[in-house]
Nanobody, 124 residues
Framework: QVQLVESGGGSVQAGGSLRLSCTAS????????MGWFRQAPGKQREGVAT????????YYADSVKGRFTISQDNAENTLYLQMNNLNPDDTAVYYC?????????????????WGQGTQVTVSS
């Protein structure tokens, strides 16, 4: 079982930045793709960005391309999400995920392990 712990959420004004962190207790066997997802009130959970740990392949949702950057520190088993130029539409609970099972790399249903989430609130 993989345990994921997120941190770094908070409240910012539009145009501001935040960096989220996710520390994994261990790497999962098989695929080492990890990712960030978010869920706004009344909406379904959606993929934000995913990355193959150690392979350098990253994928982003169109809504965050050019503003968010996913990265990882393999030595520390930590995944990051740098979020710049935030806007109120980015307000959501952000989740870290691991245990990719194949398929769409931005689909939440294709990940087995989840963190508890961290709130990001962007005010206009």
């Amino acid at each position: 079982q993989v345990q994921l712990v997120e941190s770094g959420g908070g409240s910012v004004q539009a145009g501001g930045s935040l960096r989220l962190s996710c520390t994994a207790s261990k790497y999962t066997t098989g695929s080492r793709r990890m990712g960030w997802f978010r869920q706004a009130p009344g909406k379904q959970r959606e993929g934000v960005a995913t990355s193959d740990v150690g392979m350098g392949r990253t994928y982003y949702a169109d809504s965050v391309k050019g503003r968010f950057t996913i990265s990882q520190d393999n030595a520390e088993n930590t995944l990051y999400l740098q979020m710049n130029n935030l806007n109120p539409d980015d307000t959501a609970v952000y989740y870290c995920a691991a245990g990719f099972r194949g398929g769409d790399v931005l689909a939440p249903t294709n990940f087995a392990y989840w963190g508890q989430g961290t709130q990001v609130t962007v005010s206009s």
